[in-house]
């Protein structure tokens, strides 16, 4: 199966909206679903210690993630692997603006890619810092903060099964 148009999807926010958790979610869920999507490399990056790319297989499609976004060069270079190895789909995390998009936005018209994007919610860290008491003692509480976290993974692991489906339907 082969793409009229190959797809790069970034993944944009701000710093701290949970970009590189959603992708590596998304990770997660290919690897687990192993009967459609095979897992053909996976490694961290070199450039950071929790940021990772996978590339996948499904249908003779090559779908390729990188969660590393928040600095030009490395976005360039992870993104510039994929693009290396064929991948028709690439996702990948990005800043909401400057430099990791224009690099994002070049390499996909460079390399002929229909550029998609996918929006991490703008106000879910600053709306869970205030949603659960309106007490200043309490939000600093320990309990509050991994009652916070444990929502912002539930945010992140909802964008990723949507991210999931949305790349299942188009390897039909």
Not at 15 to 37: A, H, M, Q, V, W
Not at 48 to 74: P, W, Y
Not at 87 to 100: D, F, H, L, M, Y
Not at 129 to 157: A, T
């Amino acid at each position: 199966m082969k793409f009229d148009k190959k797809i790069m999807l970034g993944v944009f926010g701000a710093s701290s909206r949970g970009k590189s958790s959603t992708l590596l979610f998304l990770i997660e869920k290919l690897k687990l679903d192993e009967n459609n999507f095979i897992l053909i490399n996976e490694e961290k990056t070199a450039d950071t210690k929790q940021d990772q790319i996978a590339i996948f297989e499904k249908n003779g499609l090559k779908i390729g993630v990188s969660t590393a976004g928040d600095i030009r060069k490395i976005v360039k270079k992870e993104v510039g692997k994929l693009i290396k190895e064929e991948c028709e789909i690439i996702i990948t995390a990005t800043r909401s603006k400057g430099k990791t998009t224009d690099i994002f936005n070049q390499l996909a018209k460079e390399y002929e890619y229909n550029a998609q994007w996918f929006e991490k919610n703008t106000n879910a860290k600053e709306w869970s810092n205030e949603w659960l008491c309106k007490d200043s003692n309490l939000k600093k509480s320990k309990e509050m903060s991994v009652i916070r976290d444990q929502y912002l993974d539930k945010l992140n692991e909802t964008d990723a099964q949507f991210l999931f489906d949305y790349i299942d339907s188009l390897t039909q």
